[in-house]
């Protein structure tokens, strides 16, 4: 089973600023978006854990109900092109193997007995479902949500050790050793016309 690769950072709490922040439950249901309104000014997500559901980023237009016009999401999560690899199918030299192709369309299920926000949490049903959104369905969907994309952003560092073989450096981020081999973050901004 695939290990998990999740950040540890545990989630953001509604704010007032008019900020918002999701939950991070275990069902990626973008219900369990935590707001007090539906007109956030900011939103911040991370589309591993609401947006799951296959269906070509149709969340993105739940996303857009949830900003009032003008209103700005901020996501970041790990890089889809990434998320293919994995420690389960290393290399012999420790570099993450191939685990899922980029454009399958299938779920990727793994198991994972316990919450990787509260590690002594555990779980009866520890097996999960998630799918690989690739960067591009994740921009359109935005755009065919109404929203106008700001930046976009991809990044050669995340804050959680996604493979073994990653290295931490002085500032707590891990990196590729040697060479950035391909990105292993994304973040974008977009605005709710």
Known sequence: ???????????????????????????????????????????????SEVLQPRYRFDRASDVAKMLRPGGSLYLADGHPAALVLDDAVAASDGTPGFYTPYFSGDPVIYCESEDYIVGETTFKNAITHTWIHPLGEIVTGLIEAGMRLD????????????????????????RWPGKPWLPLAFSLSATRL
């Open 1 to 47: 089973m695939r290990p998990s690769r999740c950040p540890r950072s545990g989630p953001r709490s509604p704010r007032d600023d008019g900020q918002i922040g999701t939950s991070l439950r275990r069902t990626g249901a973008l219900h369990d978006v935590e707001c007090r309104d539906r007109t956030a000014k900011t939103l911040k997500l991370q589309v």
């Open 151 to 174: 930046w976009l952003h991809e990044h050669d560092a995340v804050p959680w050790r996604m493979f073994r073989v990653l290295v931490r450096e002085a500032q707590g981020l891990y």
